[in-house]
């Protein structure tokens, strides 16, 4: 089970860290992934990290404003967002998985998913 934390509504410029914390699987044996997904929008890969924490990626629009990160000791995944913009705004999601590199943007790759929480940035 996993359950996604900390998102709010912040002004434009502004910060936000969501968490992720894992139940009831062995979170280290799983990558972990951050999708968001906005009203009349498809679901968008934003991030994902791989199980040990030594690899990972983002989408080529946030390189530089998110961070993910991840601590085992905790079962949290952690996803650090900087600079907001309004075209930020929408429901993020974690989900745990074990996709192969050509696969990791793809939602299909992963098994479980958070519940959502709900990130809106205001102008």
């Known amino acids: 089970q996993l359950q996604a934390s900390g998102g709010g509504l912040v002004q434009a410029g502004g910060s936000l860290r969501l968490s992720c914390a894992a139940s009831?699987?062995?979170?280290?044996?799983?990558?972990m992934g951050w999708f968001r997904q906005a009203p009349g929008k498809e679901r968008e890969f934003v991030a994902a990290i791989r199980r040990s924490g030594g690899s990972t990626y983002y989408a080529d629009s946030l390189k530089g404003r998110f961070t993910i990160s991840r601590d085992n000791a905790k079962n949290t995944v952690y996803l650090q967002m900087n600079s907001l913009k309004p075209e930020d705004t929408a429901v993020y999601y974690c989900a745990a998985g074990r996709p192969i590199l050509s696969a990791l943007c793809a939602h299909e790759s992963y098994y479980y998913w958070g519940q959502g929480t709900q990130v809106t940035v205001s102008s």
């Open positions: 009831g699987h062995t979170f280290s044996s799983y990558d």
